[in-house]
């Protein structure tokens, strides 16, 4: 009885995946096969596959997906670990979670009035004396930005991560003499892989299909796949192109997920 009432109220969460995500998946997939005139067609994935530009924006799509979740492991690792350690933790995670309440296309646009030529980066080099500077529309205020709206994504899993190690620990590595780079070396960091996988998976994936940083920061001068997906969509109407790169990052986003999937040892899944 107990059983089927769970299913009962399972049902509207079925409903949601059946209509929100299983059904726009189906309809993309099918448009990919249909050209620009509704005719079936496997001309799109020939396209994609043997146009040296779809596979340039390809390698360009991964290789800047890659840096933006360097950069903000570098940067988030570090930040997790102290935090973790600090008194007032609910305070301080409140702050990284705050910037994302702010709507992208208003943190986008608050970016370019800060790397603009009369911003406020320019206006501090004024005054030493350098002249102002093209920052915005460059690799690098893409990066700067992207990571910067990302970072939260990154700390949050690995602050979780570290912040479950049982104290006991850290004070057995103590005691056994290891030292503090030691003890986060060996025991830290393995422990909070977990962590670490999650916050890849939360910024590579969406990395890999950004399309207004693109253009609002990089100025077009980098170009992504979400970019050409747009593209297709809004501009040149060829829907069945722009389904086509769809379902190409979506195989990205399952392949990139199963490689940073959790591994779970089968004789610790055994003990369990």
């Known amino acids: 009885m107990n059983r089927t009432k769970n299913h009962f109220y ?3 969460y079925y409903l949601w995946l059946l209509l929100f995500v299983f059904a726009p998946l189906v309809l993309l997939v099918k448009e990919s096969f249909f050209d620009i005139h509704g005719q079936f067609t496997w001309n799109n994935y020939i396209t994609f596959f043997t146009s040296r530009n779809y596979l340039t924006m390809t390698f360009s799509s991964f290789f800047y997906a890659v840096l933006v979740t360097l950069v903000t492991f570098v940067l988030s690792y570090p930040m997790a670990y102290f935090l973790s350690k600090t008194k007032h933790k609910q305070l301080w995670l409140l702050l990284i979670i705050l910037p994302t309440w702010i ?5 986008a646009y608050a970016f370019i009035g800060i790397l603009s030529q009369t911003g406020t980066v320019n206006d501090f080099l004024s005054f030493f004396g350098i002249a102002p500077k093209q920052l915005l529309f460059t690799d690098t205020a893409f990066l700067v930005v992207a990571g910067y709206i990302e970072l939260p994504f990154m700390i949050m899993p690995i602050f979780n991560s570290i912040n479950e190690i049982p104290h006991s ?3 057995a590595s103590s005691d056994l003499g290891a030292t503090g780079w030691t003890t986060l070396r060996r025991v830290v960091f393995p422990m909070s892989m977990r962590g670490v996988r999650s ?4 910024v590579f994936i969406p990395s890999l299909s950004l399309f207004m940083l693109t253009r609002l920061i990089g100025g077009n001068r980098v170009i992504t796949l979400g970019t050409a997906v747009e593209q297709h969509f809004l501009v040149t109407q060829n829907w069945g192109m722009g389904a086509t790169i769809g379902v190409v990052l979506m195989i990205m986003m399952v392949i990139v997920m199963f490689v940073t999937r959790d591994r779970k040892e089968k004789g610790a899944a055994g003990d369990e």
Do not use: H, R, S, T
Request: aromatic share 0%; proline share 7%; no cysteine.
């Open 10 to 12: 399972a049902v509207p």
């Open 103 to 107: 709507n992208l296309l208003l943190k």
């Open 169 to 171: 620990l850290l004070e």
């Open 199 to 202: 916050g890849i998976q939360a």
